[in-house]
């Protein structure tokens, strides 16, 4: 028994000493490449181009604080604008079948106001110069939601400027 132990343990102390004192071996050989291609990578910032328009300064170095507290003030500007309106003309209910429905929201990530428009089609907006302008097309978010609304409701226009 006293023997199995001794045979036990050194058999563990001569397995212990082989990997302890084992060398890796290293192989080498050379691996066939194929040819460097270019690629596009999409980043998530903001860039100093869109659809071909240089984007202003002041856009790019809107702090977070800034476009919340004036995206907010612009939403709360409109809603509050649309609901007097409405309650004005005894319309209980907006939703106008020919034209579809209307999604104004803020998009934090690329500090912008995104519109989906059914009569426009979908607009990203950029505060420039304490309005909500479309940089691809120079459109004013404020000009574009009116005309939208004489449109669909006759006689309607925003109280301030946003």
Known sequence: MRY???LLRSGTF???AAV???RPTVHSRVVQRAPLTQQSVRCNSISARTDGADIPE???NLTMEQYDTSASETLESIYCDLDEFFDEHNIADAD???SGS???NKQPPNKQLWLSSPISGPKRFDLLDGEWVSIRDGVKLRDLLE???IQIFGDFSFSEQF
Request: no cysteine.
């Open 4 to 6: 199995a132990r001794t």
């Open 102 to 104: 209307y999604v104004l």
């Open 20 to 22: 302890l004192t084992a």
């Open 96 to 98: 106008v079948e020919e």
């Open 58 to 60: 002041s856009v790019r």
């Open 147 to 149: 005309e939208e609304m």
């Open 14 to 16: 001569l397995a212990r």
